[in-house]
Nanobody, 125 residues
Framework: QVQLVESGGGTVQAGGSLGLSCAAS????????MGWFRQAPGKERELIGG???????YYADSVKGRFTISRDDAKNTVYLQMNSLKSEDTAVYYC???????????????????WGQGTQVTVSS
């Protein structure tokens, strides 16, 4: 059973940076895609970006140019580097994996079949 554990959340001032990690119990190179999602209070969980098995990446418009997703298969870890943070980036951040065959990077939340427990990111203004 694949397990995902996020870490690195915390509180940062607006304009600052924060890095999140998602450690997988299995080999990240075996996953067809991994995504980062976030859920703010009262809002639906949304995809902010993903990376697939050939290292292609996708970013939502809201984070494009500010957030970067990378993967270190030697450490079975996926990273989310967040720069120029804004108060509206405050949310619980989740990583997720697509372990079954998929072409590209799923943008539908239901396509992901493994989830981490989430980590809180708070951006103070």
């Amino acid at each position: 059973q694949v397990q995902l554990v996020e870490s690195g959340g915390g509180t940062v001032q607006a304009g600052g940076s924060l890095g999140l990690s998602c450690a997988a119990s299995g080999r990240t190179s075996d996953y067809y895609a991994m995504g980062w999602f976030r859920q703010a209070p009262g809002k639906e969980r949304e995809l902010i970006g993903g990376i697939n098995w050939i290292l292609s990446t996708y970013y939502a418009d809201s984070v494009k140019g500010r957030f970067t997703i990378s993967r270190d298969d030697a450490k079975n870890t996926v990273y989310l580097q967040m720069n120029s943070l804004k108060s509206e980036d405050t949310a619980v951040y989740y990583c997720a994996a697509r372990t079954r065959v998929w072409v590209g990077i799923p943008t539908d939340i239901t396509a992901y079949d493994r989830w981490g427990q989430g980590t809180q990111v708070t951006v103070s203004s």
